[in-house]
């Protein structure tokens, strides 16, 4: 076997590739290419969130539009509606309801009591008649009736024409006025605010 000399040995280093180069090329070339893809991918993405985002952005601002819209419609349709007095609609409610109950307890405990009404062959008495202008007021709506004039003052309040002061409530307002007794009867109830007193 022969051995050729070589003048530059440098020359053949240079000359030879590098062991192993050449099986890396493609690898980097699929590496660099899938690192391109994921990045095409990730922007994809974001512009794919970006939009979705800005649908519905303009969505939701569509449906405060149209709630906008049917509000003011439902404020023009409602704008006679006074709320003042259904807010006193609902307390006159609220205050009868508080009566029924009880006139309703009056009358479950009134058996235990003596009877209410006097009976035919004797004149009402003073307490009966009482009796009857209390029922007369809560009926009409007012509530803790006092009689103001004294008892005593009044006589027998079965005979005769008899003025009989009174005070009471109505939703919060207090009422003065008096009531008048015919025979025993109730013939009038007159129960004014104080702000109507005045001219």
Request: hydrophobic share 45%; no cysteine; charged share 30%.
């Amino acid at each position: 076997m022969r051995i050729l000399p070589i003048a530059d040995p440098s020359a053949l280093a240079v000359a030879t590739p590098a062991p192993g180069w050449e099986g890396l090329q493609p690898v980097l070339w699929l590496l660099a290419l899938a690192g391109l893809g994921f990045a095409l991918y990730l922007w994809w993405r974001t512009v794919r969130v970006q939009q979705a985002a800005l649908e519905l952005a303009q969505r939701q601002a569509e449906i405060i539009g149209e709630l906008r819209d049917l509000m003011r419609a439902l404020a023009s349709e409602r704008a006679d509606i006074d709320l003042k007095r259904i807010e006193h609609v609902l307390i006159d409610v609220r205050d009868g309801q508080a009566r029924a109950e009880d006139a309703l307890l009056r009358a479950i405990q009134r058996p235990r009591e003596e009877p209410r009404s006097a009976p035919a062959d004797r004149p009402p008495g003073p307490d009966d008649v009482l009796e009857r202008i209390v029922d007369r007021a809560l009926a009409l709506g007012y509530d803790r009736v006092q009689v103001v004039s004294n008892r005593d003052e009044l006589g027998d309040l079965g005979e005769g024409r008899h003025e009989i002061a009174l005070e009471a409530r109505r939703t919060g307002v207090l009422f003065k006025g008096k009531a008048v007794t015919q025979d025993g009867r109730v013939a009038d109830l007159d129960l004014q605010p104080p702000y109507a007193m005045f001219p």
